[in-house]
T-cell receptor, first 109, second 115 residues
């Protein structure tokens, strides 16, 4: 069945360093969503990408959708302690979204 | 305020004792779903509902039941809970259109422990 893989599973960075998480799908996606879950919290929607090669920015966060629409990345520039949490990508399946396993980011001050 | 409300937030129960986790949304979303979150496994869909009286299995439906009698409510029922259902549960809702779902709104989560 359709799978959405995410790497790395964990990442520890020093505050101020950059961070990237990658999402790969076994099938072509019509769109991809990204969510952030703070420790002890619930997933919160960040963004949806639709077009091949699309790049969107939200302050220090840069989201990319691959040309083949099978992969995506989230890059955070100069991480801050407020970036701590788990980042999930989600791709549409049949009548549902399939979530990646998530990347847990820890930022060391 | 747009929200998805889950209750209870925390629950400890014994094996075999039926329980219901409630979920309610105030955004008039057609689509609602339940997920469980386990370490290293991400969010796995249990059941989903496209609209009132329309429900279907997700990836891990065994041991769970749902119902959708009203558009706003989507309760999750564990008829005979077992320890392997100890997990963090999330309810979510969204619109569902031609291009798929719009952004999902998640409830606060229910941490269930079955002993």
């Amino acid at each position: 069945g359709q799978q959405v893989m995410q790497i790395p599973q964990y990442q520890h960075v020093q505050e101020g360093e950059d961070f990237t998480t990658y999402c790969n799908s076994s099938t072509t996606l019509s769109n991809i969503q990204w969510y952030k879950q703070r420790p002890g919290g619930h997933p919160v929607f960040l963004i949806q990408l639709v077009k091949s090669g699309e790049v969107k920015k939200q302050k220090r966060l840069t989201f990319q959708f691959g040309e083949a629409k099978k992969n995506s990345s989230l890059h955070i520039t100069a991480t801050q302690t407020t970036d701590v949490g788990t980042y999930f990508c989600a791709g549409p399946g049949t009548y549902k979204y399939i979530f990646g396993t998530g990347t847990r980011l820890k930022v060391l001050a | 305020e747009a929200q998805v409300t889950q209750n209870p937030r925390y629950l400890i129960t014994v094996t075999g004792k039926k329980l219901t986790v409630t979920c309610s949304q105030n955004m008039n979303h057609e689509y609602m779903s339940w997920y469980r979150q386990d370490p290293g496994l991400g969010l796995r869909q249990i059941y989903y509902s496209m609209n009132v009286e329309v429900t279907d299995k997700g990836d891990v439906p065994e041991g769970y039941k749902v119902s959708r009698k009203e558009k706003r409510n989507f309760p999750l029922i564990l008829e005979s809970p077992s320890p392997n259902q100890t997990s963090l549960y999330f309810c979510a809702s969204s619109y569902y259109g031609v291009g798929g779902n719009t952004e999902a709104f998640f409830g606060q989560g229910t941490r269930l422990t079955v002993v």
